[in-house]
């Protein structure tokens, strides 16, 4: 059976043609290594050459941990005379060239760090007006990978930084060998009261380069020396629940970065430094780990090369899975995989060790179509052990004894040669700054409401190819407009939402956007469209077609409000 053409399906060949047209420079999420979550300013040809070995014989780059990446601190506090920046050489006694190549000689991919601004955030040159001299030095240097820190900028607006990062792409993409492009502008824009420019600077940062930090550093090493109320568990949820707000951006040769994978930090359990990994992959996030590799042990190095997790990081989708509902203990995750299977993320936020049954509806199963397979095959990724599900007996998948802090993740497949499981997106809507759930309240004469995310029916909805959305509370039911009220009624022309790359979800027929105005309560309501506000900016679930123009061009072009 030939995987039914989904919107996602049909959103990636228009993806492909353009990238075709431009050159696809990554077009899968990079890893590998950075010194900077493990060593901070500690760097030197040592370290390097030693991660490089120890990568390799690990088997880290046979799993595709493929890149080495310096972070700030390689260069003295001056440029040279001349204008170049050069390395420090008490660090680097035989130089970065030599270090480029060494590095490419085992088989990796090297990468440097620099900064936007006038001087990089731990105060050493930055490449504010010096970018042409740069990018020129750090390709003769042999680096093929340039992570563009944003400290130090000089005036720090919006449209300062959109300039800035524009340049850099211009001149990168003249280069013979292509380098990839980190871009951690958004990182200074985010938790702002006012989320605005953060959504705008996401939504130009996949046009300019291939990955982009988006919120905060993972915990560094000895962070907990002077930060210490938060714990590694603290900062790996909260990159995680940023990473959540941001889906939308993510496609094939361009990924949301929620940073290191820290994972030999001293503060993590087992479980959550396997979460860390797990999630990450997910997201289909860039995986760069930032360890003292030499010491990682036999049983990390196994889990971090688990070829089935790598796998659903690396497919060639690279959807980044999104909440199917979200409760104070648990959030269950979903996405597809190019080969039709569909993966389900279990992550228990409880403190003990618990069971959850997912309901096969909530991970996008149709169970009621002509194509539904009877049989499903499910595949625990963390033990490799397969098991057969009949999905007539039962009401959904059990993930057994996940424990505190831990991720079960499992890949869903048709058991039958060459078939896909059929889904439809399927998963939460909720505003990405208050973060609170679209909820379908029939009980309440069909009303449409804003609440905290539950395990509810209420809460997930389906969207289907017509535009029209229903929740599972009522799938004879659709989310319709009606003179400003948004409620869950007939399925008529006024029942139909395009969701655009600004992250609003306009009505087809009203042009108006899905609102949240906190202050006249929990109902949801229809407003004209303004332009990325707190108020309309709302994530979807993985798999709905992303617009990236209204049809008049008008309201919804991103760039509207540029400089
Ligand atoms: C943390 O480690 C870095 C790198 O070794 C060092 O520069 C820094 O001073 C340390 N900070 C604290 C608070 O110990
Ligand atoms: C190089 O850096 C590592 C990690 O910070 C440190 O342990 C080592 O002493 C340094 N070696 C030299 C020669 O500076
Ligand atoms: C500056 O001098 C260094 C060292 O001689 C050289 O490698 C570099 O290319 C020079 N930069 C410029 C901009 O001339
Ligand atoms: C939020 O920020 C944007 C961009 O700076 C601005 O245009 C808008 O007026 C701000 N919204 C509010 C409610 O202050
Ligand atoms: C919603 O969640 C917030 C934050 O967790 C909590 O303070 C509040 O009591 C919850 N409201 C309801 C109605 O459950």
């Not at 959103?11 to 999420?29: K, R, T």
């Not at 804003?450 to 289907?464: E, G, I, L, M, Y």
């Amino acid at each position: 059976m030939i995987p039914r053409c989904h919107p996602c399906v049909a959103l990636l060949a228009v993806i492909g043609l353009a990238s075709a047209a431009s050159g696809v420079i990554s077009p899968l999420p990079p890893m590998g290594f950075n010194n900077w979550a493990r060593y901070m300013d500690a760097l030197n040809e040592t370290l390097f050459v030693e991660t490089t070995d120890a990568m390799l014989a690990k088997g880290l780059l046979r799993a595709g941990y493929n890149r080495i990446n310096l972070d700030d601190c390689w260069s003295p506090r001056e440029r040279l005379a001349n204008g170049s920046m050069t390395w420090d050489t008490d660090k680097f006694p035989r130089g970065l060239p030599w270090l480029a190549s060494y590095i490419k000689s085992r088989g990796f991919i090297p990468g440097i760090y620099t900064d936007a601004g006038t001087s990089s955030c731990a105060g050493y040159p930055g490449a504010y007006g010096y970018e042409e001299i740069d990018i020129k030095d750090f390709a003769d240097w042999g680096f093929e990978f340039v992570k563009l820190d944003g400290c130090n900028m000089p005036t720090g607006t919006e449209a300062e930084y959109r300039e800035v990062y524009g340049k850099w792409h211009e001149i990168l993409s003249k280069l013979e060998t292509p380098m990839v492009f980190s871009e951690s502008a958004p990182a200074y824009f985010a938790e702002a009261a006012n989320l605005t420019n953060w959504y705008n600077v996401m939504s130009w940062v996949p046009e300019f380069g291939q990955l982009a930090r988006h919120s905060r550093d993972t915990l560094v090493w000895n962070s907990t020396l002077y930060w210490p109320d938060i714990t590694g568990w603290d900062s790996i949820m909260f990159n995680y629940g940023q990473e959540l707000r941001l889906g939308r951006f993510q496609r094939p040769g361009y990924f949301n970065d929620p940073d290191f994978l820290n994972v030999d930090h001293f503060d993590y359990t087992i479980h959550e430094r396997r979460s860390h990994f797990a999630l990450w992959a997910s997201f289909s996030a860039p995986l760069i780990l930032s360890t003292d590799v030499l010491s990682l042990t036999d049983e990390e190095v196994k889990y971090l090369t688990n070829p089935d997790i790598i796998a659903v990081d690396q497919d060639p989708l690279v959807q980044q899975a999104s909440l199917v509902s979200q409760s104070a203990d648990w959030d269950v995750l979903t996405k597809s995989l190019h080969n039709g299977d569909r993966l389900l993320t279990v992550l228990n936020k409880g403190s003990a060790t618990a069971d959850l049954t997912v309901p096969w509806s909530h991970i996008g199963l149709t169970t009621d179509t002509p194509h539904t397979p009877s049989k499903l095959s499910i595949k625990d990724l963390w033990t490799g052990r397969s098991q057969t599900v009949d999905l007539k007996r039962s009401k959904g998948f059990t993930a057994r004894s996940v424990p505190p802090h831990g991720t079960a993740i499992f890949r869903i497949s048709n058991p039958a040669p060459g078939s896909s499981v059929q889904t439809v997106p399927t998963g939460l809507i909720f505003n990405t700054y208050s973060l609170n759930c679209l909820t379908d309240s029939s009980s309440r004469g069909g009303l449409v409401t804003w609440t905290n995310c539950t395990t509810s029916d209420s809460q997930v909805w389906r969207a289907r190819d017509d535009g029209t959305f229903s929740s599972l509370a009522d799938e004879k039911r659709c989310l319709v407009e009606k003179d400003g009220n948004i409620q869950s009624g007939e399925c008529n022309k006024r029942a139909k939402w395009d969701y655009f790359l600004s992250g609003t979800l306009v009505n087809r027929d009203s042009k108006k956007c899905l609102t949240e105005i906190q202050d006249v309560g929990a109902s949801a309501t229809s407003e004209a469209c303004g332009f990325m506000t707190n108020e309309q900016v709302v994530a979807l679930p993985v798999g709905v077609t992303i617009n990236s123009l209204a049809d008049d061009g008008s309201v919804f072009d991103l760039r509207m409000n540029s400089a």
